[in-house]
């Protein structure tokens, strides 16, 4: 009788414990399924994962970017809103809520959750970045570079802060700063077609005309059916 009721007790405890853990099965499949691009079945198994457990916060957080992904913005930010709800220093979920604000040209709301991200991961450089996009878009070029100038002090490799610094610079004047970035986005990604591209196109801009179809030859060199086209606009 003993024995019975201590396997009725293990049995009671290896079903409690599949019920906890089945929460975090789904969610990994559907991170699996995500990655594939299987969203139907992502989106099915994070149902899954939140009936299981209710507050967790990481499946609403993935619920969110699947829907932005998915071009469901206004559904994203419910998800993203119940995540930070749960756990309210989630920088992933002020993120791509942040993101998904941009996306529907909020941009001062979007800067908002930029900031709470910020202020919760000083050293994450996507967030500077992602803020400079929407300061740009409020036409703050100058605090749109000092973030990126953020970005690429935490990380001397971020091409895409280089890039966009070099676009914002240039919208701004200063074009010999945007050739200098442009330069270094070229020197990190020599195959970056799209620096050879921004490169030219500011140069043709300041009347050096020369120095813009030499960079296009190259960018068409490279495989750019863009430098083509421009190169039969610009340079014949």
């Known amino acids: 009788m003993k024995k019975a009721a201590i396997i009725s007790s293990f049995l009671l405890f290896a079903a409690f ?15 699996i399924n995500d990655s594939q691009k299987d969203y139907t079945a992502a989106l ?10 209710p507050d967790f916060d990481s499946a609403y957080c993935l619920q969110g970017f699947i829907s932005y992904k998915q071009g469901e913005y206004k559904l ?4 993203f809103d119940k995540a930070i709800k749960i756990n309210p220093n989630y920088t992933d979920a002020f993120n791509g809520r ?14 908002k959750d930029f900031n709470k991200m910020i202020a919760l991961a000083p050293f994450n450089t996507k967030a500077y970045y992602n803020r400079a996009q929407a300061k740009a878009h409020l ?5 749109a570079i000092t973030d990126l100038d953020k970005a690429i002090e ?6 895409n802060a280089y890039y966009s610094r070099a676009y914002w610079k240039d ?12 330069k270094k986005v070229i020197e990190l990604d020599p195959s970056y077609r799209e ?18 179809c030499e960079t296009l030859n190259i960018a068409s060199e490279k495989g750019s059916v863009m430098a083509e086209e421009l190169i039969e606009k610009l340079c014949k």
């Open 17 to 31: 414990s599949f019920a906890q853990n089945s929460a975090t099965e789904y969610y990994q499949s559907a991170i």
């Open 44 to 53: 099915q198994d994070l149902d899954n994962a939140i009936n299981q457990r």
């Open 76 to 79: 994203a930010i419910k998800q």
């Open 98 to 111: 942040g993101i998904v604000k941009a996306q529907l040209k909020d941009y001062i709301s979007a800067i």
């Open 139 to 143: 036409d703050d070029f100058a605090g």
């Open 154 to 159: 935490l990380d001397k490799r971020y091409i």
């Open 171 to 182: 919208m701004s004047g200063d074009y010999n700063g945007a050739l200098t970035d442009y």
């Open 195 to 212: 620096a050879y591209i921004g490169m030219a196109t500011a140069m043709y801009q300041h009347n050096d005309k020369t120095g813009a």
